[in-house]
């Protein structure tokens, strides 16, 4: 018979079934939609903290970079002194924040097919979920590690484990190899790979199966209503 707090047992349960947790990529992933309140602040930030009126989010490609590393790569690309980055950091994301929370209303999303009904499954099934940066469908997630902890996303790995692990009552944190990343880019499949962790790939966002198949994902599913493939990976 097993014995612990209800977290151990809990633990000892799923680990004793060989699931895998996964850290979960929002954007494209889980929602689809305007997200002006995001962008808006970033190009907000680029103009009060950095003064770079002209600097915008649209000069790159940002699917599956974290928010520190979009303020990075977009002030480098505008000239801003690279050196001089870090010290404006902090207050380039007090910057987002202020603004997010004046205009967030603004935003209209959807949930990617499949995903409520997803998510729903894990949860009945005990699993603590975690994001891995991203704000929406809160209420299913127990942990997660955000954009504006970390200037690089793998950076972000160590943090959600060591989250999920006390969850589960564990004294220490879990290898990785009980983990998976899902996401719909194929930055997020480095991530995954430079984490040391498996990856699963939604072709909902930018790229297509053959795109994330080619990326190196382990796992490659059109959407999330692809349930049972991705519910098999998982081993639950």
Do not use: W
């Amino acid at each position: 018979m097993m014995r612990g707090s209800p977290e151990q047992l809990r633990g000892q349960e799923l680990l004793s079934r060989g699931v895998k947790f996964p850290l979960i990529d929002i954007d494209k992933t889980l929602i689809l939609g305007k997200n002006s309140s995001h962008f808006g602040a970033f190009n907000y930030a680029f103009k009060t903290v950095f003064g770079l009126p002209n600097a915008s989010i649209n000069q790159i490609i940002p699917d599956g970079m974290i928010d520190r590393q979009i303020i990075s790569e977009v002030v480098r690309s505008n000239g801003f002194p690279v050196k001089e980055i870090p010290q404006r950091m902090p207050a380039a994301v007090d910057a987002m924040l202020t603004y997010f929370r004046i205009h967030k209303s603004e935003d209209t999303f959807a949930s990617t097919p499949g995903a409520a009904d997803f998510l729903t499954v894990l949860q009945r099934e005990g699993l603590p979920l975690g994001l891995l940066t991203g704000i929406g469908f809160r209420s299913f997630f127990e942990y997660g590690a955000f954009g504006d902890q970390a200037d690089q996303r793998v950076d972000l790995i160590p943090l959600a484990i060591s989250r999920a692990s006390n969850l589960l009552g564990q004294p220490e944190s879990l290898p990785e190899k009980h983990f998976v990343i899902m996401g719909d880019s194929p930055r997020d499949v480095a991530c995954a790979k430079a984490g040391g962790l498996e990856v699963i790939a939604v072709a909902t966002g930018s790229y297509s199966t053959d795109q994330l198949r080619d990326a190196g994902a382990d796992l490659v599913v059109a959407t999330l209503e692809e349930q049972q493939k991705i519910c098999t990976f998982l081993n639950i």
